[in-house]
């Protein structure tokens, strides 16, 4: 009778093939050695004959070494199956309840309990298939994704182990110290920080206190973003956190480098702060001069001042605004707290100076006009007077309140008594649009619950097993030092 060693020889032989053409390439077989098995017997199953090492397998090919508590080999089928297995490989370690290996084109299948890990991160997963020639590991069921920096959830995707690349679809979630992200989809290389996220997207970033929602975000390492959608949304965050800014466009822009950093918006563009709020087809922000300059019919309110003009310039100190400037031709309106009427001044060129973010002054230069309502005594409406200056003029305010004026050449005026007639004059350039400021947007949350901190299954005892060995060598090594 044929002793076990010389039956496992013979059947090592028998597990011998070639490997033919795979995707118009030509690889040599893996060559299966078995190192180890308590037992090894025949059987047919479903009329396929098959062979089996059981009990303390180990086995290994070129690119792999097995343990397992048995394993198949389909005779003429270039097939095994293995179960509660182990593999090491030269850049992971396997972990699954099953596999089915093609040796043909070293291709494997792990069901159940599934875990890769590499020297960058670890997968957890029920179903992986592994094409362990061009390093892709594809994911049909929910998956799990976990490095030293975070954790990242979702239904499937793809994973290309060489260039650190993947692919991930439907209700993609990551999570780590610095960002939350979550959408419909997402492409991302973890190495060069580079995410594209697709569908549904929410993002916020810890560091520079901003969350974005949009229809589609890039986000790379040399600091660009780019988001868009139909209403694509950024809240930013104060230093402070006393104040906060949204802005809503169709696309946003944002350059962050060490030296500077920019931000542009495009089409149906509104900002809404907790001290001014504008619209405008283009708005641009650099964060060196604290400056936002806003194009296209643009229209900003400050407390009950609206400013319009063809570019409207807004400088910032800690939140508040400083200083405004706008041209060619731009009304400045400001609604009268007490009497509601509309004081109006225009002229080429409109500068605006504020103090702890309310207006002192509002000076124009050239061609200067001037409509400005008057209270008598008891602060009830007394007529309203009207100039038309050739140089420039200045609108002085009290407490944030238009008080009297000035003007550097002597100007055309009149006075006009109350009445009716008089309480609607317009200078020709006015516009009052209290009903486009932008009311402050609802504050947008994730819409998928927190990635929780437990994996989606009990751990495998190789796994853990694995875990174990790998503690009691650090202790050693710490030891010994």
Same mark, same amino acid.
Request: no cysteine.
């Given at each position: 009778m044929a002793s076990k060693s010389t039956y496992l020889k013979l059947l090592?032989?028998?597990?011998?093939?070639?490997? &033919?053409?795979?995707? +118009? !390439?030509? !690889?040599?077989?893996?060559? =299966?050695?078995? !190192?180890?098995?308590?037992?090894?017997?025949?059987? #047919?199953?479903?009329?396929?004959?098959? $062979? +089996?090492?059981?009990? &303390? =397998?180990?086995?290994?090919?070129?690119?792999? #070494?097995?343990? /397992?508590? /048995?394993?198949?080999?389909?005779?003429?089928? &270039? $097939?095994?199956?293995?179960?509660?297995?182990?593999? %090491?490989? %030269? +850049? %992971?370690m396997i972990w699954a309840d099953t596999l089915f290996h093609n040796t043909l084109i070293d291709y494997s299948e792990l069901r159940g309990r599934v875990i890769v890990q590499s020297e960058t991160n670890t997968v957890f997963s029920d179903a992986i298939d592994v094409d362990m020639i061009i390093d892709l590991a594809i994911f049909d069921v929910p998956v799990r994704f976990e490095d030293e920096r975070g954790t990242l959830l979702a239904e499937s995707g793809l994973y290309y182990q060489a260039v650190d690349s993947a692919v991930f679809r439907g209700n993609v979630q990551l999570a780590d110290s610095t960002q939350y992200l979550e959408a419909d989809s997402l492409f991302m290389n973890r190495n060069d920080d580079l995410y594209e996220l697709f569908g549904r997207v929410y993002a916020e970033d810890f560091e520079d206190k901003i969350i974005f929602t949009g229809d589609y975000l890039y986000a790379d390492s040399a600091g660009y973003r780019l988001l868009t959608g139909d209403d694509a949304w950024m809240m930013e965050v104060s230093e402070s956190e006393a104040d906060t800014t949204h802005m809503i466009a169709k696309k946003i822009e944002i350059f962050d480098t060490d030296t500077l950093s920019s931000l542009d918006a495009y089409r149906d563009v509104r900002i809404w702060s907790t001290k001014f709020s504008a619209i405008a087809d283009t708005a641009k922000y650099r964060d060196d001069l604290d400056q936002f300059v806003l194009r296209s019919n643009p229209i900003l309110w400050q407390k009950n001042i609206q400013l319009a003009g063809p570019v409207i310039e807004v400088f910032l100190e800690d939140e508040d605004i400083r200083f405004l400037s706008s041209y060619t031709r731009p009304i400045a309106v400001q609604e009268d707290t007490i009497t509601g009427r509309l004081h109006q001044m225009t002229g080429d060129t409109l500068h605006a100076y504020f103090e702890n973010g309310v207006v002192e002054r509002i000076r124009v230069f050239d061609n200067s006009e001037i409509i400005f309502h008057v209270k008598d005594e008891d602060d009830e409406p007394d007529g309203l007077i009207e100039l038309i200056a050739a140089g420039a003029s200045t609108m002085i305010f009290e407490d944030g309140e238009f008080d009297f004026f000035k003007a550097e050449r002597t100007p055309d005026g009149s006075w006009l008594p109350e009445d009716p007639a008089n309480i609607d004059r317009r200078l020709s350039n006015f516009r009052w649009d209290p009903g486009l400021k932008p009311m402050r947007p609802v504050i947008q949350i994730p819409r998928l619950p927190a990635i929780p901190l437990e994996r989606p299954f009990e751990l495998p005892s190789r796994y853990l097993h694995y875990l174990e060995t790998l503690l009691d060598e650090a202790e050693l090594s710490n030891a010994r030092e």
């Open positions: 090592f032989l028998l597990l011998l093939v070639y490997q &033919n053409l795979q995707s +118009k !390439h030509v !690889h040599a077989q893996s060559v =299966v050695t078995i !190192h180890q098995a308590d037992r090894a017997e025949g059987a #047919t199953i479903d009329g396929q004959q098959i $062979r +089996k090492l059981l009990g &303390n =397998v180990i086995l290994s090919t070129d690119r792999m #070494t097995m343990e /397992s508590d /048995s394993v198949y080999q389909f005779v003429g089928q &270039n $097939r095994l199956q293995a179960f509660n297995i182990q593999i %090491e490989t %030269e +850049k %992971e």
